[in-house]
């Protein structure tokens, strides 16, 4: 997907949110979540800025305040929770490097744990244009002077909470208690200090790819769990008891899964925002005035910010984020053969390549079954065994007759001679007859030379 993004946001933008709501994993994530906020393209057009920002002193009130909020963000986390160590030095470097890049708008507390989120997941300088995105497209107006914005968007929820839960929104309004008291940290930190840390990564998997739509929802599911039955409502009859319920939400309603299901089903969409904030919008007008700040128009996910500024091919191309020299010496260039030279090697590497099996040789079996058939009586001229036969391969047999040769027999024959086991007799006691003539046997002689054989073949095996 991100090798061809362009063309998946275009032609198969579902398959996209369909990946982003079922979690996008951790090895991707900083990858991803850059593609989708639209900090690739921007920090491909804006090559250099970053270490023209970083380079230069910033405002000293600016800074002192960036300075006391380092410690605060997220503690406990390896990367922060040592004092002048590379996670709050990199937080300081994007904090001040976005008050330099937008001195109007300043330095807001809030920024910095969306800041310390995305330094998780990818180099400053990538975290730096993710939260320019943020600032600017996803959430505009939330971190400038007077809140403008944030307040806007706490009437937008107060309205939506009719719609979703009106056993909520009707307790809400009998104890006169604003959005604003409880969803500023909600919205402002996109639930990174609310959620745990499993809910937040599979909020901002959904929320940069669809929008502030998901941050609605979210706040929506939480306020119907904590105040959407009559049982919940009656423990807490005021407005210190509701809010103190609405800051210890159970754990149960922030689990990973249960959340993510219930968000998912919540019937909100990006249309239901944009005509509600018109009709709140004029509301402001008519009891306060204009609002002092004109922030850009908000982009509803990631879709929206490709289409507002159409990137380039180039500019979503992948980078190494990490190039690593080998300490190995480069290899050298093979020399150049000529066409028989390399046409005899490659005769020969085929060549090698073919393996060469043994010859495979039949060892025969020594106890006939029932049905083999009667196999005729060996020959006294003939060796006794195979000589191709070692000891391994077949078992050893007892000699019928003695092995001495006949006088036929040449004396440099190369057979093997029958090793005598434990210079035992022959099992048959018989004598020795040099005379072929005399070799014939009586039935007599078969029968007890085939029970013999047999014997010496268990004890052979046994052996």
Same mark, same amino acid.
């Given at each position: 997907?991100?090798?061809?993004?362009?063309?998946?946001? !275009?032609?198969?933008?579902?398959? !996209?949110?369909?990946? %982003?709501?079922?979690?996008?994993?951790?090895?991707?994530?900083?990858?991803?979540?850059?593609?989708?906020?639209?900090?690739?393209?921007?920090?491909?057009?804006?090559?250099?800025?970053?270490?023209?920002?970083? @380079?230069?002193?910033?405002?000293?009130?600016?800074?002192?305040?960036?300075?006391?909020?380092?410690?605060?963000?997220?503690?406990?986390?390896?990367?922060? *929770?040592?004092?002048?160590?590379?996670?709050?030095?990199?937080?300081?470097?994007?904090?001040?490097?976005?008050?330099?890049?937008?001195?109007?708008?300043?330095?807001?507390?809030?920024?910095?744990?969306?800041?310390?989120?995305?330094?998780?997941?990818?180099?400053?300088?990538?975290?730096?244009?993710?939260?320019?995105?943020? %600032?600017?497209?996803?959430?505009?107006?939330?971190?400038?002077?007077?809140?403008?914005?944030?307040?806007?968007?706490?009437?937008? &929820?107060?309205?939506?909470?009719?719609? =979703?839960?009106?056993?909520?929104?009707?307790?809400?309004?009998?104890?006169?208690?604003?959005?604003?008291?409880?969803?500023?940290?909600?919205?402002?930190?996109?639930?990174?200090?609310?959620?745990?840390?499993?809910?937040?990564?599979?909020?901002?998997?959904?929320?940069?790819?669809?929008?502030?739509?998901?941050?609605?929802? *979210?706040?929506?599911?939480?306020?119907?769990?904590?105040?959407?039955?009559?049982?919940?409502?009656?423990?807490?009859?005021?407005?210190?008891?509701?809010?103190?319920?609405?800051?210890?939400?159970? $754990?149960?309603?922030?689990?990973?899964?249960?959340?993510?299901?219930?968000?998912?089903? =919540?019937?909100?969409?990006?249309?239901?925002?944009?005509?509600?904030?018109?009709?709140?919008?004029?509301?402001?007008?008519?009891?306060?005035?204009?609002?002092?700040?004109?922030? #850009?128009?908000?982009?509803?996910?990631?879709?929206?910010?490709?289409?507002?500024? +159409?990137?380039?091919?180039?500019?979503?191309?992948?980078?190494?984020?990490?190039?690593?020299?080998?300490?190995?010496?480069?290899?050298?260039?093979?020399?150049?053969?000529?066409?028989?030279?390399?046409?005899?090697?490659?005769?020969?590497?085929?060549?090698?390549?073919?393996?060469?099996?043994?010859?495979?040789?039949?060892?025969?079996?020594?106890?006939?079954?029932?049905?083999?058939?009667?196999?005729?009586?060996?020959?006294?001229?003939?060796?006794?065994?195979?000589?191709?036969?070692?000891?391994?391969?077949?078992?050893?047999?007892?000699?019928?007759?003695?092995?001495? $040769?006949?006088?036929?027999? $040449?004396?440099?024959?190369?057979? #093997?001679?029958?090793?005598?086991?434990?210079?035992? +007799?022959?099992?048959?006691?018989?004598?020795?007859?040099?005379?072929?003539? &005399? &070799?014939?046997?009586?039935?007599?002689?078969? @029968?007890?030379? @085939?029970?013999?054989?047999?014997?010496?073949?268990?004890?052979?095996?046994?052996?």
């Amino acid at each position: 997907m991100l090798s061809n993004w362009d063309k998946w946001m !275009v032609k198969r933008h579902k398959k !996209v949110r369909l990946r %982003c709501q079922k979690g996008i994993p951790p090895s991707l994530r900083g990858r991803a979540w850059l593609y989708l906020s639209g900090g690739k393209v921007k920090r491909e057009q804006n090559r250099g800025k970053f270490e023209e920002l970083d @380079s230069q002193a910033g405002d000293p009130k600016e800074l002192d305040v960036i300075e006391k909020d380092l410690h605060r963000q997220f503690p406990f986390h390896e990367m922060f *929770v040592s004092r002048g160590g590379h996670g709050q030095q990199d937080l300081f470097r994007v904090l001040k490097a976005y008050t330099l890049y937008r001195p109007e708008e300043g330095y807001c507390q809030a920024q910095a744990p969306i800041a310390a989120v995305l330094l998780m997941h990818m180099p400053a300088e990538d975290a730096f244009w993710g939260l320019v995105q943020i %600032c600017e497209k996803y959430l505009p107006g939330y971190y400038s002077a007077g809140l403008e914005a944030i307040q806007l968007d706490g009437e937008i &929820l107060y309205a939506l909470t009719r719609r =979703v839960s009106p056993l909520t929104y009707r307790h809400l309004e009998k104890h006169k208690i604003e959005a604003i008291l409880y969803m500023t940290e909600w919205f402002m930190c996109a639930f990174s200090r609310t959620l745990p840390w499993a809910s937040v990564l599979r909020v901002w998997d959904m929320f940069l790819c669809d929008g502030v739509k998901i941050i609605f929802r *979210v706040g929506l599911v939480l306020l119907k769990c904590m105040l959407g039955t009559r049982e919940k409502l009656k423990a807490c009859q005021g407005q210190y008891e509701t809010m103190e319920l609405l800051r210890a939400i159970e $754990p149960r309603y922030m689990q990973e899964g249960f959340l993510v299901r219930e968000v998912l089903d =919540v019937p909100v969409s990006e249309r239901d925002i944009e005509s509600e904030h018109h009709v709140q919008l004029k509301r402001w007008r008519k009891n306060h005035g204009e609002l002092h700040w004109k922030s #850009p128009p908000r982009m509803h996910g990631a879709r929206a910010i490709m289409a507002s500024e +159409p990137p380039s091919h180039q500019d979503l191309r992948q980078n190494p984020t990490i190039i690593v020299e080998s300490p190995l010496p480069p290899p050298q260039p093979t020399p150049q053969l000529q066409k028989g030279e390399k046409k005899g090697k490659e005769e020969k590497k085929k060549g090698s390549m073919k393996k060469t099996h043994p010859p495979v040789t039949e060892i025969p079996n020594p106890y006939n079954l029932p049905g083999d058939p009667k196999l005729p009586l060996r020959d006294p001229q003939l060796p006794l065994r195979d000589p191709q036969l070692t000891l391994r391969d077949s078992p050893v047999q007892k000699p019928l007759v003695n092995d001495t $040769p006949l006088p036929n027999t $040449p004396k440099d024959s190369h057979l #093997p001679q029958q090793p005598a086991l434990n210079d035992q +007799p022959a099992l048959n006691d018989q004598p020795v007859f040099n005379d072929q003539s &005399l &070799l014939k046997e009586s039935p007599l002689q078969k @029968s007890r030379q @085939s029970l013999s054989s047999t014997e010496a073949d268990h004890q052979d095996t046994y052996l």
